[in-house]
């Protein structure tokens, strides 16, 4: 069982569309990052969030922490070609010897 | 430009072999986290590192696998014997916990045991 389920799996789109991924547990986290990464490469860090409901832009990705910490969502406007990649969400689990744990994922394909 | 480096960048070897995969993490850093990534299972951790302490390996086989801080800028992964269903990529990614709970990562080894 994962923690963290990223849906969709897959989405494959055009450019200049929108998209949103999403990341959901049942457990209750102090923070969520996203991750992209692209093949051959190891996961680059986008953002964290950290205070439920909390909204971080960059650029034309924007990132929502849920009001009860169990859920965060990717927004990407007007998807380029460079946007394609694997998103991952990632949080902190385990109490005392907290580890990072991370989602599915979602892997994404931006067509020209 | 802070990055972990980890070698080699590719592995190729024949079941039953030894195999040691290395990682310098960012200078600073605190915790060193060791991940396998595949296609079925995603990123797994396997283990990781505070203050070069081991503080998880439950994710890791123990009776194949083991993982060592032998200083603040060398961790190692070694496998023995491997077998065919250990090949994926491996990652290292160093970070300061808990000021703040992120991974940077290294470039991953990709193992092929045949």
């Known amino acids: 069982t994962q923690l963290l389920e990223q849906s969709p799996q897959f989405l494959s789109i055009q450019e200049g569309e929108n998209l949103t991924v999403y990341c959901n547990s049942s457990?209750?986290?102090?923070?969520l990052q996203w991750y992209r990464q692209e093949p051959g490469e190891g996961p680059v860090l986008l953002v964290t969030v950290v205070t439920g409901g909390e909204v971080k832009k960059l650029k034309r990705l924007t990132f929502q922490f849920g009001d009860a910490r169990k859920d965060s969502s990717l927004h990407i406007t007007a998807a380029q070609p460079g946007d394609t990649g694997l998103y991952l969400c990632?949080?902190?689990?385990?109490?005392?010897?907290?580890?990072?744990?991370f989602g599915t994922g979602t892997l994404l394909a931006v067509q020209p | 430009d802070a990055r972990v480096t980890q070698t080699p960048r590719h592995k190729v070897t024949e079941m039953g072999q030894e195999v040691t995969m290395r990682c310098q993490p960012i200078?600073?850093?605190?915790?060193v986290f060791w991940y396998r990534q595949t296609m079925m299972q995603g990123l797994e951790l396997l283990a990781y590192?505070?203050?070069?302490?081991?503080?998880?390996d439950s994710g890791m086989p123990k009776d194949r696998f083991s993982a060592e801080m032998p200083d603040a800028t060398l961790a190692t992964l070694k496998i023995q014997p491997s077998e065919p269903r250990d090949s994926a990529v491996y990652f290292c990614?160093?970070?300061?916990?808990?000021?703040?709970?992120?991974?940077?990562f290294g470039q991953g080894t990709r193992l092929t045991v045949v």
């Open positions: 990632a949080g902190p689990y385990g109490g005392a010897t907290n580890k990072l744990i």
């Open positions: 200078l600073g850093h605190n915790t």
């Open positions: 590192f505070r203050n070069r302490a081991p503080l998880d």
């Open positions: 457990s209750v986290f102090s923070s």
């Open positions: 990614a160093s970070g300061l916990v808990p000021d703040r709970f992120e991974a940077f």
